[in-house]
């Protein structure tokens, strides 16, 4: 009996539980009370908000089992755009009764246990309509579980399938059951979103980890109750908040707020029937969009009839966007745009056929249409084209637009891949380059909206990859691995690993470099959503040390990208420790010390996993050189802002050469949890160094080739370095998509070349010279879609919700050109005859610029919009209006700029921020509600004061009274105002004025934080008036040469009137009097008083000149004994003389600076030894001045003698030069600024007086300049009221420095305006801060006052000796080093041949600087790469010393050792020269083809190049830079090889690759890398074949057998060298032997091995190294075989 009660309490407890979900009885309608609303703002009150509100009744009956009925009854709209509480809705009435048919329509929809099912509609309610009934159905989603009060669960719903929480609590005594249903909209499984313009960007997980841009959340709470029908909804309350910041929420957001309310009112016992119409299904309770993907959020349109308002707009646009461009232009641009996307293809068709003609209206055209962003856009250009419509430039413009706006869907990519077959496209480089890469941008586009992206859109792609490899078609081959790159899907993984060594087959490795690095590099895009493939792929070909080296460090930047794990980063730690290849390890190891510094959040675990292997390899790598392969990584994210920047840069090398073989650059940014790789840039120079420097090919010398061929012969299994093809390419990647790419090769240069010397080119430059004499007139507009970003996402009521960006740009500028040539050229003109002209040419020119950005928050629909608003509006026109004339014969230039009359304001940018609601059926009630009210800060401001003040009462009332001694009373606090801020600039002379202006009024007086203060009104303006006073006319820039310059001289400066004194002298002259005694019984003096006792004599300046120069020479000498900077005896003779008038004065003065620098510098001494630099001059006064005065004058006093003789040259000579600068007014007066230069030829003196042209102006700058001799130059810089307030003298002179050439820059000055003393100090102060970080010592020292002396002293030809003496301080720094030679010594020889050539001048001492040297010193070899190595060398044997070792054999440098006196020779093969150095009765000598050249004949220079043989020293020297050998040198004792910089890593021979690789020095002609210096050193020798030829050597390389038996892998074995041991030829019994430790191949005793083939033995691999006897010198007899 128990048990049966039980069971019934259960079953009844069951049945209660299941019946919790509402349930509508049949034959009954329910009738409830609905209002919605969606409102968008900042969460504060006293804002403006936008929003939109639905309500009506809802009335739901049953028609069937599980299918029900709803209807709205009384439907009404309204919309708000208002102070928030403030303003009220306000009922849109027309859009209501526009929509009530549809929205009193009944629908149909599924309904069990409380979920909802499908949904059925006629075809006539609009899919937005059909959105609002979902949004009250969502109300009754409720998956009530029956055993349980607490849960949660993912739910469908409007917004898709999120995770939603349930709870579940009864009230006993209201009998009422109460529900809450949450949302938390960022965890969905499937979240309804249409996301627009965002696919080039990827999402950044560990951003958003670290902050939201985005986040909403939804709460239901429902009250049921149960009745005998079963349970009933009595109330529904629910509530979504969505909050959005471009700068993470946590910093104040806007937000929307979604309310929904529902009432249960009655039940009635009738039914409402459906309409007469057919219920199709519409799909489910989850949102569907509409019209909305078609609707811009920032206008609505109501379109009544499309084509005649496209017509319309785009005539608007045509008119009046000539000659300027109107500031609404973007907008109409943009809702042309709008417009277009309705419009059907037969519309878009017949506007072309309207417009095609005129080319105004086809210039729009074809700019607007790929913003359609449809495969409409795409087929229409296509159809155009191949109809051919349209020309090679507006095809590429139009398709490179389309490929990147139109939506990527299988119809577009459909119309791509039929693009890339069409034979018109292929046949076209440019455009076929567009369509293809293209094609991979419109597939990786349409993946990433589609995750089942099927891999049929990749296969035409690979097909081709297949058919390019076999036919060895390279350049196809790379444009179809960049099409996959661009595409990035992962099914084309495959196909590139076949092209990559290691993957595929052996044809595979075969492939040129080019291909290997372009199939790594496709492997980018893939990596991004196959990470973890493409790591195990790369680390591969990274571990594979046989590839080349710039493909493994390619493989390293793959590898990175894809943010590889902790333990990937230890492997490649591992590797570095035992890497060879040094441009490898250096790249690698600079990639992990440059991530270890990342601050980007989805870095941070590459970051912690580098900085823990950079400890591992700090020690081995740390110290690597700057020539070697580079990676750099600089990164800044800041966590509050969720805002950052990354940029990487990449330095690849193979060769320490000057140019690099690559460069790459690459931008990232982050925003919003988001990133994208904005730009890139990739540049290969590889064989551009070479093609730059190296001397032209001719006819190739057969001759030649065939006998340096042969001397290869010679060489034990040699292999030629592959030729570095000359080639550059470039390529630009934008948002991860390679857009462009160009090779530039040989073939080009020469068409290039070809082209602009053929007679179609001079006749086109022809053509536009006659056109720019004609004059013409040109207007262009350049609309642009810059950037459409939008994601659009449902809310709990239905209506959709949309974020989105919008900058659409127009430029556009109006030209016209006249041109008058006086006089009149014939038909037949000729270029030269333009110089004997007079041209008078006249441009008017008015740019113009129009941009507008929309950042939209809010409800966008087609019916009706709600929006808050940022609009950013820049403006800007500067125009221009310029004549220039042009007289060639009379040497006057003329140009003038003329006023622009109604242009005012040049750049306007307004920003503000507004709350707008419109509908479509009353477009011109909309309202628009500025964010920031002007009342609205006043009443925040006070509700936030006063919200505070109650916090701080209630927060203490629970520990004591709130008093008023304690608590203030609320006071008004005084708010910040609107920020407004003018500065205005005005030039009288010119007659203009220039003011900014800046304005903004936003609210953070709200909340302190960025987006705060970008919501209000802000304002930028930049406007030029006309100033005050007359009107200027115009600007004049007049400028006259020769014998008229004269003429135009408007203010003449004469001696008269230059003589006036000043109107303060007599005050100088008191103040003198009054202080001169003081002054004479001063202990020190210093050089402040020195030059006011100057300023105030009543004397010209130059005699102040005179005595602050000879006291500053005096001071100098005497400080330089203490501080060990002395100077030359010459120059303290010329100290030392003086003019009598001032002797006493400057001794007296000179002794005292002495003394006090003599105490000062004594004490510094002590703390410093300073450098020393004894500077003599050159210098020889040439001067006729000279003749009439002693020899010991100083040239300071000649100077000054020739200024004091003619302080203004205008009144002996004219002037060379006239240049004014003028306004030219309407009352004529003058104003402006005159420049004139005069030339003394007989005192090789230059003068140039700058002036204002007013005539009480007498501020000027007078600048003297005086060659004084060859080896120096005095300047005087003058300026101020008639040139005497500020001066500065300027010596300048060569001289030596021991027996090295010397320079010293001498700057001397009296008073100084105070602004340029702070500049001054702040700069030495500056100079002194950094000096420790670059090397340079500084001392505190009192040096000569008022005078900066610089000394450069040559220490070698390429380092510099440099002493840097102020007043207070001494600095120096020796060895400064160089990256050229200085044409001095050996170098200043060298360059002779070189004479009248400046460029090749240049390239010398740069290659010379930069070139790879070996030498040879006994028996010590000092390889290209600083290697030293001890060497045993064979004698009377040739060995390659040094050559080149590509194909082309641009030289060879043999080595022999001679046997009988063991002195070395050198023979060079070059050109068409063998060239003998050698040594003979303790001299060098040379032979050149056979025939002996005295050594009295050299310098010797060959006539068929450029090589020079020359007298270096003891010895002798070759060099040959464009040949690639820079210097071959030989004497006595020692002999060296240096190759250019370009042939680093071509070379071969005993000196090695020249790479930088001294990891590898030691390889081999058959590029075996040997372990010791000997066995390397003897593969070089070229082998003899007879053993009675006494020219040849006696020795060969050949495999030996190991004399020993040996046991391996447990058994006897016998073995055979696999690297070859030079012995003597048979016949011949050796002389010399020395040990040598090779490698050895060993096989069971009883195999058998073929020893007569040697390359196969040297193929073997090594089991074991010993040692075996190499032979160094050996006899034959006569009789030998």
């Not at 459909?414 to 991979?440: A, C, F, H, S, W």
């Not at 010209?1100 to 002395?1126: I, W």
């Not at 002794?1151 to 020393?1172: D, E, N």
Request: with cysteine; glycine share 4%.
């Amino acid at each position: 009996m128990w048990v049966l009660l039980v069971a019934l309490a259960v079953g009844f407890a069951a049945c209660h539980q299941a019946n919790l979900a509402p349930e509508f009885a049949p034959g009954k309608t329910y009738t409830y009370k609905y209002e919605a609303f969606v409102m968008g703002g900042l969460p504060e009150e006293g804002l403006a908000r936008a929003g939109v509100k639905v309500g009506s009744k809802v009335m739901i009956c049953a028609e069937a089992d599980d299918t029900f009925m709803l209807k709205l009854v009384n439907p009404e709209i309204f919309e708000y755009s208002g102070i928030w509480p403030k303003d009220d809705f306000l009922p849109a009435t027309k859009l209501t009764s526009a929509l009530e048919a549809q929205l009193s329509t009944p629908i149909k929809f599924e309904y069990t246990n409380g979920v909802v099912g499908k949904v059925f509609a006629p075809a006539g309610i609009s899919t937005t309509v059909l959105n609002v009934f979902r949004g009250v159905l969502n109300i009754f989603q409720l998956n009530i579980k029956k055993t349980q009060n607490v849960y949660e669960l993912q739910e469908p719903g409007t917004q898709g399938v999120c995770k939603t929480h349930y709870v579940i609590s009864e009230d006993t005594k209201a009998e009422r059951i109460m529900f809450t249903k949450s949302k938390d909209l960022n965890e969905c499984q499937e979240r309804i979103v249409k996301d627009i313009g965002l696919t080039y960007t990827e999402r950044c997980t560990e951003c958003e980890a670290r902050g939201k841009a985005l986040k909403g959340a939804s709460a239901i709470h429902y009250t049921i109750k149960q009745a005998d029908t079963g349970a009933m909804l009595l109330e529904a309350n629910g509530t979504e908040i969505i909050q959005f910041s471009p700068i993470n929420i946590m910093n104040g957001a806007a937000q929307m707020e979604s309310k929904q309310i529902l009432t249960f009112l009655e039940i009635k016992k009738t039914t409402f029937n459906p309409i007469q119409a057919e219920y199709l299904h519409r799909g489910s309770l989850q949102y569907q969009f509409g019209a909305e993907l078609l609707q811009t959020p920032i206008q609505l349109l109501r379109i009544t009839n499309v084509e005649a308002q496209i017509v319309e707009i785009l005539n608007h646009l045509v008119t009046f966007n000539v000659p300027k461009v109107h500031e609404d232009a973007p907008l109409k641009f943009i809702e042309l745009i709008q417009l277009l996307r309705v419009a059907s293809s037969q519309s878009i068709e017949a506007l072309w056929t309207q417009f095609k003609n005129r080319p105004d209206h086809r210039h729009w055209i074809l700019n607007v249409v790929p913003a359609i962003a449809t495969p409409a856009a795409l087929r229409f250009i296509k159809e155009k084209f191949l109809a051919n419509e349209l020309t090679i430039v507006e095809a590429a413009q139009a398709l490179l637009s389309s490929i990147h706006m139109v939506t990527a869907d299988l119809e577009a990519i459909k119309l791509l891949k039929d693009l890339t077959i069409n034979q018109k496209i292929k046949d076209n480089p440019v455009l076929r380059e567009i369509v293809m890469l293209g094609y991979g941008t419109m597939v990786a586009k349409y993946c990433a909206e589609n995750p089942t992206c099927p891999a049929e859109l990749v296969t035409p792609m690979h097909e081709r990859v297949v058919q390019a490899a076999s036919k060895q078609d390279i350049e196809g081959l790379i444009l179809a691995l960049k099409v996959l790159g661009n595409a990035g899907h992962s099914a084309s993984l495959k196909p590139i690993m076949k092209l990559l060594p290691g993957f595929g087959s052996a044809t595979a490795a075969g492939l040129p470099l080019r291909v290997h690095i372009e199939a790594v590099l496709a492997l980018r895009n893939i990596a991004k959503r196959e990470p973890k493939m493409i790591q195990d792929m790369a680390v591969q070909l990274f571990m594979d040390k046989d590839l080349h080296s710039e493909l493994r460090m390619v493989a390293a930047i793959v590898l990175f990208e894809t943010k590889l794990p902790m333990g990937l980063v230890m492997t490649l730690a591992d590797a570095l420790l035992t890497e060879k290849n040094l441009q490898v390890s250096s790249f690698v190891y600079s990639y992990m010390k440059a991530m270890t510094k990342s601050t980007s959040p989805d870095f941070a675990s590459v970051a912690a996993a580098c900085n823990i292997a950079i400890k591992i390899l700090s020690p081995k790598c740390d110290r690597l050189s700057h020539r070697f392969s580079r990676a750099f990584y600089l990164d800044s994210y800041y966590d509050p802002w969720m805002v950052g920047a990354a940029a990487s840069a990449f330095y690849v090398n193979d060769a320490a050469t000057v140019m690099p073989r690559a460069i790459v650059a690459k931008a990232r940014t982050y925003m919003a949890g988001a990133y994208a790789d904005v730009f890139e840039v990739g540049v290969r120079t590889e064989g551009m160094q070479e093609a730059f420097l190296k001397i032209q090919e001719g006819p190739e010398n057969a001759d030649r080739m065939t006998k340096m061929k042969q001397v290869m012969k010679a060489l034990s299994e040699w292999r030629a370095q592959p030729s570095s093809q000359p080639l550059a390419s470039v390529y630009v990647k934008l948002f991860g998509q390679e857009i462009a790419f160009a090779n530039i090769d040989k073939a080009i240069i020469n068409q290039i070349i070809q082209l602009a010397s053929a007679q179609a080119t001079r006749t086109y430059g022809k053509e536009a010279l006659d056109a720019l004499l004609a004059g013409f007139v040109s207007h262009y507009a350049k609309p642009l879609l810059f950037t459409e970003v939008r994601r659009i996402f449902p809310t709990a009521t239905g209506l959709p919700m949309e974020l989105s960006v919008y900058t659409a740009a127009v430029a556009a500028a109006s030209v016209q050109f006249q041109t008058t040539v006086t006089p009149s050229l014939p038909a037949n003109y000729q270029v030269s005859q333009l110089l004997k002209s007079d041209i008078n040419m006249r441009a008017d020119i008015s740019p113009s610029v129009s941009m507008h950005t929309y950042a939209v928050m809010g409800v966008n629909t087609a019916f009706i919009q709600a929006v808050l608003m940022s609009r950013a509006r820049v403006h800007t026109i500067v125009p221009a209006k310029i004549e220039a004339r042009i007289d060639m014969i009379k040497g006057n230039f003329k140009f003038q700029v003329l006023p622009v009359r109604g242009v005012n304001e040049i750049v306007s940018a307004r920003v503000d921020t507004v709350a707008i609601a419109r509908n479509v059926e009353d477009l011109a009630a909309a309202k628009i509600t500025p964010m920031i009210p002007a009342a609205a800060e006043a009443q925040v401001s006070r509700e936030t004061f006063s919200s505070k003040i109650s916090r701080m009462a209630s927060s203490l009332a629970s520990d004591m009274s709130a008093s008023s001694e304690i608590l203030p009373a609320p006071r008004e606090e005084r708010l910040p105002k609107a920020f407004k801020k003018k500065m205005c600039a005005e030039s009288k002379t010119f007659g203009f004025k220039a003011c900014t202006e800046l304005k903004s009024r936003n609210a953070s007086f709200i909340k302190k934080c960025p987006f705060y203060t970008m919501i209000g009104e802000h304002a930028f303006l930049v406007e030029v008036y006309p100033a005050a006073g007359p009107e200027v006319e115009r600007i004049e820039i007049e400028i006259q040469v020769g014998e008229k310059a004269a003429e135009k001289i408007i203010k003449v400066i004469t001696m008269s009137e230059e003589d006036e004194p000043l109107e303060d002298k007599n005050v100088l002259m008191k103040l003198k009097k009054i202080l001169e005694p003081g002054l004479n019984r001063t202990a020190s003096s210093s050089s402040s008083s020195s030059s006011r006792s100057h300023s105030s004599r009543p004397s010209v300046s130059s005699s102040a000149s005179s005595k602050s120069s000879s006291s500053s020479s005096s001071s100098s000498r005497h400080n330089s004994k203490k501080v060990a900077s002395t100077s030359s005896s010459s120059s303290s003779r010329s100290s030392r003389s003086s003019s009598s008038s001032s002797s006493s004065r400057r001794s007296s003065t000179s002794s005292s600076s002495s003394s006090s620098s003599s105490s000062s510098s004594s004490s510094s001494r002590s703390k410093q030894q300073l450098y020393t630099m004894n500077f003599t001059k050159n210098h020889i006064h040439q001067h006729a001045l000279s003749t009439e005065r002693p020899s010991s004058r100083s040239s300071a006093q000649s100077f000054e003698t020739i200024y004091t003789k003619a302080k203004y040259l205008a009144n002996n000579v004219s002037p060379a030069v006239t240049i004014l600068i003028r306004a030219v007014r309407v009352d004529h007066k003058v104003q402006g600024y005159q420049i004139a230069a005069y030339i003394d030829k007989t005192n090789a003196r230059l003068q140039i007086i700058f002036a204002n042209l007013e005539e009480n102006d007498h501020w000027r700058i007078c600048a003297d300049g005086v060659v004084l001799s060859n080896h120096k130059l005095m300047a005087k810089f003058a300026w101020g009221l008639e040139c005497k307030q500020y001066e500065t003298n300027i010596t300048a002179e060569t001289g030596v420095v021991g027996k090295e050439p010397a320079l010293r820059l001498k700057i001397t000055w009296g008073k100084l305006p105070k602004s340029m003393k702070c500049y001054a100090k702040e700069i030495s102060d500056y100079i002194s801060r950094i000096t420790k970080e670059f090397g340079i010592t500084q001392a505190k020292v009192n040096n000569v006052p008022n005078q900066i002396k610089l000394s450069v002293a040559a220490a070698s030809e390429t380092t510099l000796n440099v002493v840097l003496k102020t007043p207070t301080r001494t600095m120096y720094k020796l060895g400064v080093g160089l990256p050229f030679f200085l044409p001095i010594g050996d170098t200043a020889a060298e360059l002779e041949p070189y004479q009248n050539n400046l460029a090749d001048q240049i390239s010398y001492v740069l290659t010379k600087a930069n070139a790879a040297e070996c030498a040879l010193v006994k028996n010590t070899l000092i390889t290209f790469n600083k290697k030293k190595n001890k060497i045993a060398m064979p004698h009377s044997c040739f060995q390659i010393l040094a050559q080149d070792c590509t194909p082309e054999l641009k030289f060879l440098v043999l080595l022999k050792r001679d046997q009988t006196q063991e002195l070395n020779q050198i023979y060079v093969k070059i050109e068409n020269l063998e060239v003998e150095l050698y040594p003979q009765n303790s001299v060098s000598k040379v032979k050149v083809n056979g025939r002996e050249i005295p050594n009295s004949n050299l310098p010797y220079q060959h006539l068929t190049g450029q090589i020079q043989i020359r007298q270096s020293g003891e010895g002798i020297a070759l060099h040959a830079p464009s040949y690639g050998l820079q210097e071959v040198f030989l004497d006595l004792n020692k002999l060296k090889v240096k190759v250019v910089d370009w042939m680093r890593g071509q070379t071969c021979g005993l000196c090695g690759k020249a790479d930088g690789e001294t990891r590898q020095e030691f390889q081999t002609p058959n590029k075996r890398l040997t372990m010791n210096a000997v066995s390397f050193t003897h593969s070089w020798v070229l082998a003899g074949k007879s053993c009675r030829d006494a020219s040849e050597c006696f020795m060969k390389l050949e495999s030996v057998k190991l004399e020993k038996q040996v046991t391996l892998h447990g058994q006897e074995s016998k073995c055979y060298s696999v690297e070859p041991v030079l012995r003597c030829l048979p016949g011949c019994v050796p002389v010399r032997t020395t040990p040598v430790t090779v490698g050895f191949h060993c096989l069971p005793v009883g195999a058998n091995l073929n020893r007569s083939d040697q390359s196969s033995i040297f193929q073997k691999s090594i089991d074991l190294r010993d040692e075996a006897e190499a032979h160094l010198a050996c006899r034959c007899p006569p009789q030998c075989a």
